[in-house]
């Protein structure tokens, strides 16, 4: 079945880097658009930063602009995201999600989510 | 502090219809479609409605979305209890380049 499975989270210390996988399955992942999206404890969705089909198009939030690097592999079917200089504010569940070929942005097909802990 | 303002909370009886609002500016719902997501405890998020008004497969008619100007609206009707949850609007940004999210209205059925 169509699925995206996260991996990668955990605990770092603030100025540390952690990389987080996003695995996809049941589908043909190079045909789409793929996001991160995270949401602090407690708190909203903050969109993170999205990556287009073939890599040659990437944006980022504000927030972790020069911190944050996505990156995918079509062959593996996987997507990336290398967080460094990390803060106690990207604390987090992240979640990758498959933007939709519907609707302007939506993301029609959510992982479970892998938590991330900046903290000493 | 979310781009998108939702009120935090909403709440209504079982059987009764309910309306969760999001409001925004020309640069995200003003110009762009609004989608509504559904947030059930401890779990990801969840595609309620995108294109303003268009459901996914599998999402009963009970729910729908309107859009006017930079103000959105998700109606929730034959409210359930199952329909506890968390609900985000969001909209793609122009400025930004990237979707942005309402702060999410947190639905009790009493």
């Known amino acids: 079945q169509v699925q995206l499975v996260e991996s990668g989270g955990g605990l770092v210390k603030p100025g540390g880097s952690l990389r987080l996988f996003c695995a996809a399955s049941?589908?043909?992942?190079?045909?789409?658009?793929m996001n991160w999206i995270r949401q602090a404890p407690g708190k909203g969705l903050e969109w993170v930063s999205f990556?287009?089909?073939?890599?040659?198009?990437?944006?980022?939030a504000d927030s972790v602009k020069g911190r944050f690097t996505i990156s995918r592999d079509n062959a593996k079917k996987l997507m990336y995201l290398q967080m460094s200089s990390l803060r106690a504010e990207d604390t987090a569940v992240y979640f990758c999600?498959?933007?939709?070929?519907f609707g302007e942005g939506a993301s029609d097909i959510w992982g479970q989510g892998t938590m991330v802990t900046v903290s000493s | 502090q979310s781009v998108l303002t939702q009120p935090p909370s909403a709440s209504g009886t079982p059987g009764q219809r309910v309306t969760i609002s999001c409001s925004g500016s020309?640069?995200?719902?003003?110009?762009?479609?609004i989608n509504w997501y559904l947030q059930l405890p401890g779990t990801a998020p969840k595609l309620l409605i995108y294109?303003?008004?268009q459901r996914p497969s599998g999402v009963p008619d009970r729910f729908s979305g309107s859009k006017s100007g930079t103000s959105a609206s998700l109606a929730i009707s034959g409210l359930q209890s199952a329909d506890e949850a968390d609900y985000y609007c969001?909209?793609?940004?122009?400025?930004?380049?990237?979707?942005?999210f309402g702060g999410g209205t947190k639905l009790t059925v009493l």
């Open positions: 999600a498959r933007r939709a070929k």
């Open positions: 049941g589908f043909t992942f190079s045909d789409y658009y």
């Open positions: 990556i287009s089909v073939g890599s040659s198009d990437t944006n980022y």
């Open positions: 020309s640069s995200n719902i003003g110009g762009n479609t």
């Open positions: 294109n303003n008004n």
């Open positions: 969001a909209a793609w940004d122009d400025s930004l380049n990237g979707p942005v």
